[in-house]
T-cell receptor, first 114, second 113 residues
Framework: DAGVIQSPRHEVTEMGQEVTLRCKPISGHNSLFWYRQTMMRGLELLIYFNNNVPIDDSGMPEDRFSAKMPNASFSTLKIQPSEPRDSAVYFC????????????FGPGTRLTVL | KQEVTQIPAALSVPEGENLVLNCSFTDSAIYNLQWFRQDPGKGLTSLLLIQSSQREQTSGRLNASLDKSSGRSTLYIAASQPGDSATYLCAVPFTGGGNKLTFGTGTQLKVEL
């Protein structure tokens, strides 16, 4: 398996623009997680899905952030409009189930908002 | 709210040394603890997962222990190598269950030749 795939790997955009990050989980995994990593706050969970359904989005910082999982092999994290403080590395991870399974992380998308 | 602390924040050792990384958590009602490795500019790689019923797990030169009652875990790396240089993070599930993880701030390890 290719592992968790994220695109793009790097994104540079201007404040106010819409940003869409994409994730393909490992085939057969039923849970998908979106994380954000910054120097100041470390690694934070934004939202997670189980069987394509959002289970907990309490980590989503603002209404500008939204996430979808239209099918078992694809998820998006959208920021609209983007702001400089959204600059971070965004990781997607997947696991077999919502229970205590190992999470497998993608390589991340480094977002820079100017 | 679960809080996870890792000490030290950074560590530099000569090649060949055995070393211990520490992780502490405030809520002992966990059912597992995971150790991850993160290389610069890369994602996280799972190293070990210890279930709450276990006291330790081993993988190659890595050994992780878990003491739930004291809210502590240690990651022991034997005979360190330059390739072990990375940031090591521990993570525990959110209080309340599921697979939502709270991560520690990490220990940045450098193994020098």
């Amino acid at each position: 398996d290719a592992g968790v795939i994220q695109s793009p790997r790097h994104e540079v955009t201007e404040m106010g623009q819409e940003v869409t990050l994409r994730c393909k989980p490992i085939s057969g995994h039923n849970s998908l997680f979106w994380y954000r990593q910054t120097m100041m706050r470390g690694l934070e969970l934004l939202i997670y899905f189980n069987n394509n359904v959002p289970i907990d989005d309490s980590g989503m910082p603002e209404d500008r952030f939204s996430a979808k999982m239209p099918n078992a092999s694809f998820s998006t994290l959208k920021i609209q409009p983007s702001e400089p403080r959204d600059s971070a590395v965004y990781f997607c991870a997947s696991s077999l189930s919502r229970l205590a399974d190992t999470q497998y992380f993608g390589p991340g998308t480094r977002l820079t908002v100017l | 709210k679960q809080e996870v602390t890792q000490i030290p924040a950074a560590l530099s050792v000569p090649e060949g040394e055995n070393l211990v990384l520490n992780c502490s958590f405030t809520d002992s009602a966990i059912y597992n603890l995971q150790w991850f490795r993160q290389d610069p500019g890369k994602g996280l790689t799972s190293l070990l997962l210890i279930q709450s019923s276990q006291r330790e797990q081993t993988s190659g030169r890595l050994n992780a222990s878990l003491d739930k009652s004291s809210g502590r875990s240690t990651l022991y790396i034997a005979a360190s190598q330059p390739g072990d240089s990375a940031t090591y993070l521990c993570a525990v599930p959110f209080t309340g269950g599921g697979n939502k993880l709270t991560f520690g701030t990490g220990t940045q390890l450098k193994v020098e030749l």
